[in-house]
Each structure stands twice: as structure tokens, then as C-alpha cells.
């Protein structure tokens, strides 16, 4: 799986949008993107992903770059709820199971 | 529905002992995988079961992990003769597919948080 690179933190005023970027130049063509999120003593938990095409659903909205090289999970309007370690992973499609995590950006929400 | 569950949730154990530890995929998913989360870091992939069978034990650490899951349902992760670098938290994840495509999501359970002491 092609690598990451995440900055480690950030911090996002509640109600307003947040936006975690992630490179990963890498990425080859049958690559996805992946999003998940770990909440302090839970699980990872999936979040959303996508290919090439931006992608959207309840929890968050994803934007991949036309190149592929760098992409950006949205979280519309923050709440404290959504403060988590967020990993972007990429994944290859079809003989390669395992998610490969890095070290994410831990966000936090600031009331 | 129901998700994931593992139990214990956590664990203490004095150094040498053996620890097993189980896991509840979601009813019906075929592929389970276990992961190690050590603290600050996120999680690796330990190994990967197709129904019953295992067919990635690339992430395993050493020969005294174990992974089992005979009846291609509960999967039981065991750890002989514990060492102090064993602790972590072990988390199981299941899919619900063969196929293996990357649009399979992996659903994980809350983790088991093992301490040896």
C-alpha cells in the first residue's frame, strides 16, 4: 500500500467545517482512499472512501484531487463528538485486505 | 444490529502467562483480522482469516502468537508466555465479503487492552 502523510494535529472551532488533508503521491490507479476514525478506548471506526470521484455521505465529504495525489476529508460542522484521531489510508483493490494505518491527525474541537 | 465485540475488554497478566483472547465478528461477515494498537500508535495488522481459513499471518510478531477461528465465526488470538512488549490493545475487525476489493469496509470491535505486568 502506498504511504501517507497526515500532520499529526489540529484544532477546529466547534460548528464550523473541518478539513483534514492528506498526501499521498504515491497512490496508484486501482488504489482507494480510505477514512476512519478512532475515539479515545474505541475502535477504529469507518468514516467514508473513494476512488477518484468525490464522495459523500452523512458523517463527512471527500474531495480527491484530479491527479490523486493528495485528498481532503470534510467534516461540515464539527462537534465535540468528532474529536478523534483520523486516519487516511490508501488501499489497493482486490489480494490486499489489511488496512494500513499510519499515525493520523489527532483533531480536536474546541468549543 | 450488533457489531463487533471482543472480551475481555481488558486484561492483566503476569509476565510468562499465557492469554487468550475473543473475538465476536458481526453475524454472517467471512473475513476477520486482528490488529495491535500500541499506545500513540495506530493499529497493525496482525493476521486475516477467510472463514476458517488463515491466509495472512505476515503481521504476526513471533511464533508465540496464535490465531485461531475453527468454525469460521468467533476467533480466539493467543499469546504464550507474555512479555512485557506484548502489551497493547488487540482489536478484531470483520467484512462481509471474499472478494477481497478495497470497497469491502472493515468493521472493528472495541479492542482488548492487554497489560503485562
Known amino acids: 500500500d502506498a504511504k501517507t502523510t497526515q500532520p499529526p494535529s489540529m484544532d477546529c472551532a466547534e460548528g464550523r467545517a473541518a478539513n483534514l488533508p492528506c498526501n499521498h503521491s504515491?497512490?496508484?490507479?486501482?488504489?482507494?482512499v480510505y477514512w476512519y476514525r478512532q475515539i479515545h478506548s474505541q475502535g477504529p471506526q469507518y468514516i467514508i472512501h473513494?476512488?477518484?470521484n468525490n464522495e459523500t455521505n452523512e458523517m463527512a465529504s471527500l474531495i480527491i484531487t484530479e491527479d490523486r495525489k493528495s485528498s481532503t476529508l470534510i467534516l461540515p460542522h464539527a462537534t465535540l463528538r468528532d474529536t478523534a484521531v483520523y486516519y487516511c489510508i490508501v488501499r489497493a483493490d482486490f489480494g490486499n485486505e489489511k488496512l494500513t494505518f499510519g499515525t493520523g491527525t489527532r483533531l480536536t474541537i474546541i468549543p | 444490529g450488533a457489531g463487533v465485540s471482543q472480551s475481555p475488554r481488558y486484561k492483566v497478566a503476569k509476565r510468562g502467562q499465557d492469554v487468550a483472547l475473543r473475538c465476536d465478528p458481526i453475524?454472517?461477515?467471512?473475513?476477520l483480522f486482528w490488529y495491535q494498537q500500541a499506545l500513540g500508535q495506530g493499529p497493525e495488522f496482525l493476521t486475516y482469516?477467510?472463514?476458517?481459513?488463515?491466509?495472512?499471518k505476515s503481521g504476526l510478531p513471533s511464533d508465540r502468537f496464535f490465531a485461531e477461528r475453527p468454525e469460521g465465526s468467533v476467533s480466539t488470538l493467543k499469546i504464550q508466555r507474555t512479555q512485557q512488549e506484548d502489551s497493547a490493545v488487540y482489536l478484531c475487525?470483520?467484512?462481509?465479503?471474499?472478494?477481497?476489493?478495497?470497497?469491502?469496509?472493515?468493521?472493528f470491535g472495541p479492542g482488548t487492552r492487554l497489560l503485562v505486568l
Open positions: 482469516f477467510q472463514n476458517e481459513a488463515q491466509l495472512d
Open positions: 475487525a470483520s467484512s462481509l465479503g471474499t472478494s477481497g476489493r478495497a470497497e469491502e469496509t472493515q468493521y
Open positions: 453475524s454472517g461477515h467471512v473475513s
Open positions: 473513494g476512488l477518484k
Open positions: 504515491t497512490i496508484s490507479g486501482n488504489e482507494y
